[in-house]
């Protein structure tokens, strides 16, 4: 299985950004996705989940109302609208392939992992 990350960069604060993560290898539809981000010398955090079918969606206290993920089963893809944004905000950030069709806020549920996109807020 493989997922590419993209759609990182650098962003004013109160910008916004849509990360995208494609993938390949497996039944896309069949799984649940996640992002997740790592701040520098900070631990990895979840950030949004959506199960199989796009229809369930979970978030991250510090990111609900501003992000939002979505799926496209079609395009095996799967996005992370990220609007508001905050300098707290600045991480990688990973995609993630659940090991069931849930959203699930747990990486250890996460079989799969992208490689990362940096998303840099300035203030």
């Known amino acids: 299985v493989q997922l590419q990350a993209s759609g990182g960069g650098l962003v004013q604060a109160g910008g916004s950004l849509r990360l995208s993560c494609a993938a390949s290898?497996?039944?896309?539809?069949?799984?649940?996705m996640g992002w997740f981000r790592r701040a520098p010398g900070k631990e990895r955090e979840f950030v949004a989940g959506?199960?199989?079918?796009?229809?369930?969606?979970t978030y991250a206290d510090s990111v609900k109302g501003r992000f939002t993920i979505s799926r496209d089963n079609a395009k095996n893809t799967v996005y992370l609208q990220m609007d508001s944004l905050k300098p707290e905000d600045t991480a990688v950030y990973y995609c993630?392939?659940?090991?069931?069709?849930?959203?699930?806020?747990?990486?250890?549920?996460?079989?799969?992992w992208g490689q990362g996109t940096l998303v840099t807020v300035s203030s």
């Open positions: 959506v199960n199989k079918n796009g229809l369930v969606t």
């Open positions: 993630a392939g659940s090991s069931t069709e849930w959203a699930s806020s747990s990486s250890g549920l996460y079989f799969y």
């Open positions: 290898g497996r039944t896309f539809s069949r799984y649940g």
